[in-house]
């Protein structure tokens, strides 16, 4: 093997290291009442919920419709996953470090095979619980109804909505299994790879050095891309589609629209800024990297919440009928009075409102009319 596949290799099998201290695996249910959704980590020796009581709650809720409760105890797998992933970051290093292409070949085939054999494993205790039901002891009973969550994606579950993605361990898991796949594939093509890493070395030392501007760009482009998901900004709204997170009403305005992001990257999206000030007055901090409001002036135009001037009382009606709009931070408060009526206010006042009884807050006419509206 090349000094490159070998130091690739290398890397792959380190990154599974990071199984030991990231989930694999994150299971969230939303619904009406949970607004905030409930989860399920799964850990390479455990399973655990998003927050602390979730994983109760879980269990509380598949007792109603007969599930078997989540037990990490009675889950074999468990139990000897963790010597799996070890055997692979052992045995990973060794065959890097003797860099004989013999003994990389078969190495690789049974690592992406338990790659595969995990995959369907899991697949295989989801579909467990999702059709094994007590229906004798279950308080709600759905004939031919079974409540498989997906193994990726997202899917309707009566009332609820499960969402099935790899968590930090998952994609390093992912990102090691392509890095291996890929440098089988080349090994196997030999001197026709397209990666310099797996050619003979003839062949290697002429087309590498050709490769190497190539080989630049792909990197500063793969930096681009990280750097941008570790950033990542709201999104547009779609009027008449999304769906306030905070009121359940659909977006209509999008002038009004506000946007909440996880540390995860998952934005929440608002059809009017005190939903918003409301979702930040009941929501732990740390589930919030940051929030966003649109400016009235400019739509398709985020402002962060904290910097926007917001005028209340202005001439035109908002979406929950508090009459709230965000300028842009700098805009002269005595031109947005005169220009929308009303008065200027600080985001830490709409969130201490929101945090109070509305009729503390507006009066109790304006209460009323806020949650009276319909779009």
């Known amino acids: 093997?090349?000094?490159?596949?070998?130091?690739?290799?290398?890397?792959?099998?380190?990154?599974?290291?990071?199984?030991?201290?990231?989930?694999?695996?994150?299971?969230?249910?939303?619904?009406?009442?949970?607004?905030?959704?409930?989860?399920?980590?799964?850990h390479v020796d455990g399973v655990g919920g998003v927050k602390e009581h979730d994983l109760d709650n879980i269990n509380g809720l598949n007792h109603y419709i007969g599930m078997k409760k989540i037990d990490p105890d009675a889950i074999p797998e468990l139990r000897f996953?963790?010597?799996?992933?070890?055997?692979?970051?052992?045995?990973?290093?060794?065959?890097?470090?003797?860099?004989r292409r013999r003994v990389f070949v078969p190495w690789a085939f049974a690592v992406l095979g338990t790659f595969a054999l995990g995959m369907y494993d899991f697949w295989r205790w989801e579909y467990d619980y999702g059709h094994d039901l007590d229906l004798e002891n279950a308080a709600i009973?759905?004939?031919?109804?079974?409540?498989?969550?997906?193994?990726?994606?997202?899917?309707?579950?009566l009332n609820f909505v499960?969402?099935?993605?790899?968590?930090?361990?998952?994609?390093?898991?992912?990102?090691?299994?392509?890095?291996i796949g890929a440098l089988l594939v080349c090994t196997l093509l030999g001197e026709?790879?397209?990666?310099?890493?797996?050619?003979?070395?003839?062949?290697?030392?002429?087309?590498?050095?050709?490769?190497?501007?190539?080989?630049?760009?792909?990197?500063?482009?793969?930096?681009?891309?990280?750097?941008?998901?570790s950033a990542a900004g709201p999104r547009a709204l779609v009027a008449g589609t999304d769906a306030c997170g905070y009121c359940r009403m659909t977006i209509s305005d999008v002038?009004?629209?506000?946007?909440?992001?996880?540390?995860?990257?998952?934005?929440?999206?608002?059809?009017?800024?005190?939903?918003?000030?409301?979702?930040?007055?009941?929501?732990?901090?740390?589930?919030?990297?940051?929030?966003w409001v649109a400016d009235y002036d400019r739509p398709g135009?985020?402002?962060?919440?904290?910097?926007?001037?917001?005028?209340?009382?202005?001439?035109?009606?908002?979406?929950?009928?508090?009459?709230?709009?965000?300028?842009?931070?700098?805009?002269?408060?005595?031109?947005?009075?005169?220009t929308y009526g009303g008065r200027v206010r600080a985001w830490r006042e709409l969130v201490a409102d929101a945090a109070r009884p509305a009729a503390e807050a507006d009066g109790a006419g304006a209460h009323a009319h806020a949650h009276g509206h319909a779009h």
């Open 141 to 157: 009973k759905i004939p031919g109804m079974a409540y498989q969550p997906p193994l990726i994606g997202s899917k309707q579950i």
């Open 255 to 291: 002038r009004f629209g506000a946007e909440a992001i996880a540390p995860t990257g998952k934005v929440t999206t608002f059809d009017a800024i005190e939903c918003l000030a409301g979702y930040a007055a009941t929501t732990d901090s740390a589930a919030v990297r940051s929030l």
């Open 301 to 338: 135009t985020w402002i962060a919440a904290e910097r926007a001037v917001y005028v209340q009382g202005a001439k035109v009606g908002s979406p929950m009928g508090r009459s709230l709009l965000a300028l842009a931070p700098g805009t002269d408060p005595a031109r947005a009075t005169a």
């Open 81 to 99: 996953m963790p010597w799996i992933a070890g055997a692979i970051v052992a045995t990973g290093l060794g065959v890097a470090a003797l860099g």
């Open 1 to 42: 093997m090349s000094r490159l596949a070998r130091q690739l290799l290398a890397l792959a099998a380190i990154a599974v290291l990071g199984v030991f201290a990231f989930p694999l695996w994150r299971v969230t249910l939303e619904a009406p009442q949970y607004p905030e959704g409930i989860g399920m980590l799964i």
């Open 162 to 179: 499960a969402h099935s993605y790899p968590d930090v361990g998952g994609w390093l898991l992912i990102g090691a299994g392509t890095v």
């Open 192 to 229: 026709r790879a397209p990666l310099a890493a797996c050619r003979p070395s003839a062949v290697r030392a002429e087309r590498a050095r050709r490769a190497r501007p190539a080989v630049a760009r792909l990197a500063a482009a793969l930096a681009l891309v990280l750097a941008g998901c």
